[in-house]
């Protein structure tokens, strides 16, 4: 006999066989209706949150889940509150996704309900590194942009990371202001869609140059490239977005003898060659690690599938490679820009570091040694990009 979550979990499945809905969803949660209660129970017996970063969890039908109606019921929040926050101003607003599964769709559904709404809405036409989507928020004045992705996440989940004018993600106090307003929209007929198409604007190779060039601008010691450009660099994207813009941007710094591991460079939401897409684990970079050794390569490097977190292999004396954790790649990082900068008199009393509290104090003694100010703040890229 079915117990009382059960009994309100089919209630409220009920509601998703309507014909607001489209077929395949609807078929979707009837069969787990007739067949599945578990799982049902997973998908209903409560509503996806929108969180202070937006949205992540496992792709399906039901309230619980990522699908087309969840990502629609957050953009057509976000899009209220923007109407509220710049009230009168012409809203501008862009979209990216990774290479995850249903990415490419979600990511034209939130353009979609953003152009509904009356928005400039500048959509990638294929997936994009996230961080060229914080890029593009602040190249073309938007007030807001979403990036699809669930990072390193298993290739079961996808996500839903909102950002603001700066280009970082949402910060108090919108992130909670943007919550309330998702948590308005009750009703599929409350998404606005298929209204404007036309203020869709579609952002192609021409604005990848444009952000190429950008990041080559940051090079602080081409001659060093020049005499070291045939260094033997394999990389890998791990299945993902960094397949775009990685190579192209190596190439741009002058780098000449770079190596992508082939069957990783290919476009796969499944992500079909690792256990876990987190560059950051050795188990994830061994097939890059196995063509570095064969080709007596100097560096590896590897992205995760939205390509905003990197993985890194070095060989020690004995020839071997040494994956860097995350505390070792900002400190050789970091001690080579500060050493650059004071090199070349740009350490004038402005620069700063931020981290996050986690993170590794050697950080700070390295700001100390350089006279640089150090601030320690919460975990995540949107505190950083606060301060």
């Given at each position: 006999m079915a117990n009382e979550l059960e009994l309100k979990v089919l209630e409220k499945a009920k509601g998703w066989l309507g014909e607001q809905y489209d077929e395949q969803t609807r078929q979707q949660v009837k069969y787990l209706m007739d067949n599945?209660?578990?799982?049902?129970?997973?998908?209903?017996?409560?509503?996806?949150?929108?969180?202070?970063?937006?949205l992540r969890g496992i792709m399906g039908a039901g309230t619980n889940r990522m699908n087309?109606?969840?990502?629609?019921?957050?953009?057509?929040?976000?899009?209220?509150?923007?109407?509220?926050?710049?009230?009168?101003?012409?809203?501008r607003v862009a979209v990216a996704h990774d290479s995850r599964n249903n990415s490419r769709k979600f990511a034209e559904r939130v353009a979609d309900i953003f152009a509904s709404n009356g928005f400039t809405t500048y959509l990638f036409d294929a997936l994009r590194p996230t961080p060229e989507l914080s890029f593009a928020i602040r190249e073309l004045k938007c007030?807001?942009?979403?990036?699809?992705?669930?990072?390193?996440?298993?290739?079961?989940?996808n996500g839903y990371k909102a950002y603001w004018t700066d280009g970082a993600q949402v910060t108090a106090p919108h992130d909670r202001n943007i919550i309330e307003e998702v948590g308005r929209i009750t009703?599929?007929?409350?998404?606005?869609?298929?209204?404007?198409?036309?203020?869709?604007?579609?952002?192609?190779?021409?604005?990848?140059?444009?952000?190429?060039?950008?990041?080559?601008?940051?090079?602080?010691?081409?001659?060093?490239?020049?005499?070291r450009h045939d260094m033997?660099?394999?990389?890998?994207?791990?299945?993902?977005?960094?397949?775009?813009?990685?190579?192209?941007?190596?190439?741009?710094?002058?780098f000449t003898n770079v190596t992508l591991v082939p069957e990783q460079s290919v476009v796969d939401g499944n992500f079909p060659t690792v256990e876990s897409p987190n560059p950051e684990e050795r188990k994830t970079m061994s097939k890059a690690i196995e063509l570095a050794a064969r080709e007596g390569a100097d560096l590896v490097l590897a992205t995760d599938p939205d390509s905003d977190r990197i993985g890194v292999a070095l060989r020690n004396k004995q020839g071997e490679y040494v994956l860097l954790n995350g505390n070792q790649t900002l400190v050789l990082l970091m001690s080579y820009q500060l050493t650059r900068w004071a090199e070349l008199g740009l350490l004038d009393g402005r620069q700063y570091v931020v981290k996050?509290?986690?993170?590794?104090?050697?950080?700070?003694?390295?700001?100390?040694?350089?006279?640089?100010?150090?601030?320690?703040?919460?975990?995540?890229?949107?505190?950083?990009?606060?301060i």
């Amino acid at each position: 006999m079915a117990n009382e979550l059960e009994l309100k979990v089919l209630e409220k499945a009920k509601g998703w066989l309507g014909e607001q809905y489209d077929e395949q969803t609807r078929q979707q949660v009837k069969y787990l209706m007739d067949n599945d209660m578990k799982e049902l129970v997973e998908s209903f017996y409560k509503d996806l949150e929108f969180g202070t970063g937006g949205l992540r969890g496992i792709m399906g039908a039901g309230t619980n889940r990522m699908n087309a109606y969840t990502v629609g019921a957050a953009t057509q929040g976000l899009a209220e509150y923007l109407k509220k926050n710049f009230a009168g101003e012409p809203i501008r607003v862009a979209v990216a996704h990774d290479s995850r599964n249903n990415s490419r769709k979600f990511a034209e559904r939130v353009a979609d309900i953003f152009a509904s709404n009356g928005f400039t809405t500048y959509l990638f036409d294929a997936l994009r590194p996230t961080p060229e989507l914080s890029f593009a928020i602040r190249e073309l004045k938007c007030h807001s942009g979403v990036v699809i992705t669930a990072s390193h996440n298993p290739k079961e989940y996808n996500g839903y990371k909102a950002y603001w004018t700066d280009g970082a993600q949402v910060t108090a106090p919108h992130d909670r202001n943007i919550i309330e307003e998702v948590g308005r929209i009750t009703d599929v007929g409350m998404i606005r869609t298929g209204l404007h198409p036309e203020n869709i604007v579609v952002l192609g190779e021409d604005f990848d140059e444009k952000y190429l060039d950008r990041i080559h601008e940051l090079s602080l010691s081409p001659e060093s490239v020049k005499r070291r450009h045939d260094m033997k660099i394999v990389y890998t994207p791990l299945h993902g977005a960094g397949v775009r813009l990685v190579p192209a941007s190596l190439r741009r710094f002058g780098f000449t003898n770079v190596t992508l591991v082939p069957e990783q460079s290919v476009v796969d939401g499944n992500f079909p060659t690792v256990e876990s897409p987190n560059p950051e684990e050795r188990k994830t970079m061994s097939k890059a690690i196995e063509l570095a050794a064969r080709e007596g390569a100097d560096l590896v490097l590897a992205t995760d599938p939205d390509s905003d977190r990197i993985g890194v292999a070095l060989r020690n004396k004995q020839g071997e490679y040494v994956l860097l954790n995350g505390n070792q790649t900002l400190v050789l990082l970091m001690s080579y820009q500060l050493t650059r900068w004071a090199e070349l008199g740009l350490l004038d009393g402005r620069q700063y570091v931020v981290k996050t509290i986690v993170t590794s104090q050697m950080a700070n003694a390295v700001a100390d040694r350089f006279g640089v100010k150090c601030y320690d703040c919460l975990t995540g890229f949107k505190y950083i990009a606060k301060i």
